[in-house]
C-alpha cells in the first residue's frame, strides 16, 4: 500500500478503537452486574447466581423473555425480506 491509500485507515482508527473500548467496557460491567446482588440503591459485588436463579424460575421473567426473543425474531426476519 502506497502512503495515500493507508491514509483513511488511519483516520479510521481513534472511531474504531473509542468504540470497542466503550463496548468493552459495557460489556465488564453487564457480567459484574450479572452476579452481583443489589438490595435497593446498593450493589454488593461478591459472586452468586441468585439472579440467574431469579431469571429461570420467575415466570413472569421468562414470559417477557420470550416475548423478547419473537419480537427480536420478526424484526430481523423482516429486515432481511426487505434488504
Known sequence: MTGRSKSPYLLLTPAMVTTVATLAVCMVVLMVLAVARQTYLDIDLTFTLHNANLALTSPLILKLLVKSALISFGV???????A
Do not use: A
Open 76 to 82: 430481523t426476519l423482516l429486515s432481511l425480506v426487505l
